[in-house]
């Protein structure tokens, strides 16, 4: 069993478009995470969210909006695609308490024409 | 801001030997974690090694160990016996202690291992 899973793995649309990545871990966790790595292969973190409640919002533009329905799952939302969102952008989950370990999805490919 | 500087982009290391990766990191905080993660080209974030700032015996696992010098904000990954597998790109982050457990990565290494 995949401990967090992404899908779709890859996307492909175009600009202006509005699309979704969703995102669901099976270990218990209760904090998730989107972090968003660019073409340099940079990792940044986006959103965190702890049951279901969020905790991070890293300066992202209001055209992305995470949604978590339940402690097992957050979606990521994307109005009116730019080209600079193309990226990969990573799930992960961890325990709540500092230090948890973080579990990462394989990442999401989005490609913005 | 917690800052994580990885001065290499890229290293290569023959087969069975062994290579050290770079990491240093500034902060104004006394406890956080620092760790180094693995990216293989199959894209999966993987957690190498884990280090409490607290605890001044460095980490290690298996082939893995790191040299953490916390006045000298240093954090080096040693990898011994290196592996064909052992080819990836290596994330060094930083977490502050603190609710929310926020990563900080730098830049990474591309790690070639070579036959």
């Known amino acids: 069993d995949t401990a967090v899973s992404q899908t779709p ?3 492909v649309t175009q600009m202006g478009n509005d ?3 969703k995102c669901e871990q099976n270990l218990g966790h209760d904090t998730m995470y989107w ?5 340099k292969k940079f990792l940044k973190i986006m959103f965190s969210y702890n049951n279901k409640e969020l905790i991070i919002n890293e300066t992202v533009p209001n055209r992305f909006s995470p949604k978590s329905p339940d402690k097992a ?3 990521l939302h994307i109005n009116s695609l730019e080209l600079g969102d193309s ?3 990573f ?3 961890s325990f709540a308490g500092w230090a948890g370990e973080l579990f990462f999805g394989e990442g999401s490919r989005l490609t913005v024409l | 801001a917690q800052t994580v500087t990885q001065s290499q982009p890229e290293m290569s290391v023959q087969e069975a030997e062994t290579v050290t990766l770079s990491c240093t990191y500034d902060t104004s905080e006394s406890n956080y974690y620092l760790f180094w993660y693995k990216q293989p080209p199959s894209r999966q974030m993987i957690l190498v090694i884990r280090q409490e700032a607290y605890k001044q015996q460095n980490a290690t696992e298996n082939r893995f160990s790191v040299n953490f010098q916390k006045a000298a904000k240093s954090f080096s990954l040693k990898i011994s016996d290196s592996q064909l597998g052992d080819t990836a790109m290596y994330f060094c982050a930083f977490m502050k202690r603190e609710y929310g457990n926020k ?3 730098g830049a990474g290494t591309i790690l070639r291992v070579k036959s």
């Open chain 1, 9 to 11: 793995k890859y996307l």
């Open chain 2, 103 to 105: 990563l900080v990565f």
């Open chain 1, 91 to 93: 799930c992960a989950s």
């Open chain 1, 73 to 75: 799952h957050l979606n």
């Open chain 1, 19 to 21: 699309k979704s990545i």
């Open chain 1, 35 to 39: 972090y968003k790595q660019d073409s």
């Open chain 1, 87 to 89: 990226a990969v952008y």
